[in-house]
């Protein structure tokens, strides 16, 4: 059974074990160690990577009668330049997955998280549309909120921009809205909050009806905040039936507050990572905004990618039948997570993982101050699987409890071996850290 | 005949032309423009845009065949995340067209402009390796040399950023490097430099060997000084013969200031305009300072891609084959101008014009003070050909004499209309301007 990976949860304290009980764990730990150092393993499974089985299920992308003739549903010749918003046939596929009608719906590029850069750093030098000042011009600089645990590339972002990151817990619902709504209330330094609303990296938690319309909702004291809705799982179920996320759009437009919304997604993890599709929603302005901006800095997107993209994918119906291919795949994966783990740590308790509905990642929350020692020994068994730290704001974790594992990546053999030597390293980290705690 | 456009030689000032020819010349011109006016024309030739029949030179880029089986010559999954710097055999396609060894190639994206705008934008947050602060710091703000006529996207990039622009005439073998010299040994504040070096737009312009040379040379007092060299055209000769080009990575490697070149290029005017591959070559420093940013902001460019442009121009003979294909669609249009232009403009004198050897763009200089005049009246004739003062910073041609034709994108029977147009335009307006002259 998974169960809630949240800072607010008490932490694993190993109270009533006794000395024996830990020592038997260690040196159970140890042996096998040693049988699983002996078979040399060499598995990287670090990043949320599809497999290549996942790969070969978008292999018709490639026939090339998909883009013959290559002229879009608004008659543009996508082998020239042109067309900054993207073609039709890409935006109408999207825009359902967004919430935002076509007409606002820009797609661009091969990279959402090249999108979400383009707008940090036009915002960072000219500000955003109902702002009265570049981001960096603030007295005070400028603060995101970041829901840990959370996205690393997210934080990255923001370290390198000089961006702020005040910390909010990630609760079963959603972020700490309490919390959020204080914030933003009270500091108008508060520009922006990283949001991955659906399956959510690294928890897989999905934000509940009254989370969204409350973000969308509570009076911010920067006139130019911005939600960084980052919908990157928006149809990546791995349970039968897939959650439903309220929209954002909507919500911003009945709560007046238009502006706020910048939705992102991609179709990176529905057909090839590296050739996907990446889009954005968002109201008129900061449509505009953006349109303005990247005619400066391009001459357009490639067009014959997003028709090949919105052919093969066809329309939302489209979509979700190759994601159910997607999830025959993995979910044999994320279930042998549960069964590796539940039989590795349902006795002892020494370590707590999630069960995601949907997306591409566990989060296992093991002892405090055992979380980078396990990576290091998982490591130095040949099984690469995560960066301590790496979920929170300036990869710092401080009660280095929290790892995030992605088991879409390695063969389903590997993946076994992988799983029980990150168990093992767990074990081995958590009875030699409270054996130390007795022992003081 | 071609004459030479550059703001050094004597402006045109129909000297000698009696009144009667002035006025004779005006009322042939308006005549041809009421018959003009008559056929409803409607035609843009305001850009470079490779024609549709070009386009069709590489449609068996579309073949699938192209990418089976989808991985690289470094043996990457191109479906897949990742690869940074592009595949190796996107790089090594390209790196004899940048004159810079494959290791020091990045492919990334479709447009060689994002590349150069990454770059700035990168150079004004961060600085550039070297240098002792980011551009944006300078005490004196930052400055560009801007080689006029010159490309209207550059300037405005450098107009968005507040980059001060200083103009240097272009010359025969290029930029006027004693202008150039004299400027960055004295200005601190100048950090950069944009260059088209080869068939240059709008002028067609080939830089000299001893140009190059110079400006690999010179000593500037910014340690952190780039050359921005955007060679577009790289492999686009019209004549029969390609000219030479010298490589300024090499030039730089010699004079000990390595880091100077920023060299870009793309595949855009030789395969599909919107799908093309983009590359830059530079020093060691340089190729890391732009891919440790990379990492922040993508997850990889779009390798499938580079695959199918790598594996349909194979080679540099495979290239030149292409181009040669291109040429012989061009070079039409191009001597159409010219017979066009001579056919009005010999006995007058009323306007100069340039015969390239490459490239895309003829440079039409016209009598002081009607260029804006030209465009508007052509306009009013369904002709859209061009925006005054486009080729120079702020938009500013200050003696509004320059133009800049783009004869590639209409059919061959458009084309000769739409000349024809602009050819009475401007003897309309050279009269008129005159005349009107004359009258004071």
Chains 1, 2 share one sequence.
Not at 342 to 362: C, D, I, M, N, Q
Not at 385 to 400: E, I, K, L, N, V
Request: charged share 25%.
């Amino acid at each position: 059974m998974g169960h809630c990976v949240t800072t607010k949860a008490g932490r694993i304290t190993g109270e009533g074990m006794t000395r024996e009980h830990l020592e038997q764990i260690r040196d159970d730990a140890e042996i096998r160690m040693r049988e699983l150092r002996d078979l040399g393993l060499c598995i990287d499974m670090s990043r949320g990577i599809p497999a290549r089985e996942q790969l070969r299920l978008s292999d018709a992308l490639l026939d090339d009668a998909l883009i013959d003739p290559p002229i879009s549903a608004d008659d543009v010749d996508c082998r020239n330049y042109g067309g900054q918003q993207g073609i039709l046939d890409a935006r109408r596929l999207l825009s359902p997955l967004l919430g935002v009608p076509e007409a606002q719906v820009i797609v661009h590029g091969n990279s959402s998280l090249a999108l979400m850069y383009e707008c940090i750093a036009l915002a960072w030098r000219k500000g955003v549309p109902g702002g009265t000042a570049p981001w960096s011009a603030g007295e005070h600089g400028a603060t995101f909120i970041c829901v840990v645990p959370g996205y690393d590339r997210h934080f990255a972002m923001c370290e390198d921009f000089g961006i702020r990151m005040i910390r909010v817990d990630m609760l079963n619902d959603g972020p700490d809205v309490d919390a959020v709504r204080r914030l933003v209330a009270t500091d108008p330094s508060i520009k922006g909050m990283w949001c991955v609303p659906k399956y959510s990296n690294p928890t897989g938690t999905v934000y509940s009806d009254e989370v969204v319309k409350e973000l969308a909702t509570m009076p911010t004291l920067a006139p130019d905040f911005r939600l960084f809705w980052d919908n990157a799982y928006a149809v990546h179920p791995l349970a039968d039936v897939d959650e439903s996320l309220a929209n954002l759009y909507e919500a911003c437009v009945g709560a007046g507050t238009t502006d706020r919304a910048l939705i992102f997604t991609s179709t990176s993890k529905m057909t090839h990572p590296g050739s996907g599709v990446a889009a954005i929603g968002a109201s008129e302005a900061n449509i505009r905004w953006w349109l303005d901006a990247a005619g400066l800095r391009s001459v357009g997107p490639d067009k014959l990618n997003q028709l090949r993209q919105a052919r093969f994918l066809r329309s939302p119906s489209g979509v979700k039948a190759l994601m159910e291919q997607h999830r025959l795949l993995l979910k044999p994966k994320f279930d042998l997570v549960s069964h590796v783990f539940e039989r590795h740590f349902a006795t002892s308790g020494l370590a707590r993982w999630t069960s995601p509905k949907g997306g591409y990642f566990v989060s296992l929350e093991v002892v405090p101050g055992t979380a980078a020692k396990t990576v290091a020994l998982a490591q130095s068994l040949g099984v690469k699987f995560a960066t301590a730290g790496s979920c929170f704001p300036y990869r710092d974790d401080p009660d280095d409890v929290h790892l995030r594992i992605a088991p879409s990546y390695p063969a389903i053999e590997d993946l076994a071996l992988a799983l029980e030597t990150i168990a093992v390293c767990t074990l081995k980290s958590a009875a030699d850290e409270l054996l130390r705690q007795a022992r003081r």
